[in-house]
């Protein structure tokens, strides 16, 4: 499996930046899959994730109305919209294939992929 996320790069505060994450396998067991973020010093965060069908999304409570998540199923792509971008967005995102447990939280994802990092200058 392997998990191939881009489309991070240095933006300004108020911008938008669309990130995609690729998998490599068909996602068989259409798990639900999701990102994560992480700033230097700082805990892997939850952002969002989405379920194989794309009917059901979940997203952190510092993200929800200005993130989007969603899926194309017929290409194994899932894409995470970014709009209103903040400094506090400035991390490295992770997509990562959900494997059991709680979904808000990064030890229940087994593969991740290698990130993409995002800057957001003030």
């Known amino acids: 499996v392997q998990l191939q996320a881009s489309g991070g790069g240095l933006v300004q505060a108020g911008g938008s930046l669309r990130l995609s994450c690729a998998d490599s396998e068909l996602n068989i067991s259409q798990n639900i899959m999701g990102w994560f973020r992480q700033a230097p010093g700082q805990e892997r965060e939850f952002v969002a994730a989405?379920?194989?069908?794309?009917?059901?999304?979940y997203y952190g409570d510092s993200v929800k109305g200005l993130f989007t998540i969603s899926r194309d199923t017929d290409k194994n792509i899932m894409y995470l919209q970014m709009n209103t971008l903040k400094s506090d967005d400035t991390a490295t995102y992770y997509c990562a294939r959900h494997n059991s447990g709680d979904i808000f939280t990064a030890g229940s994802y087994l593969y991740w992929g290698q990130g993409t990092l995002v800057t957001v200058s003030s």
């Open positions: 989405i379920t194989w069908t794309g009917v059901r999304t």
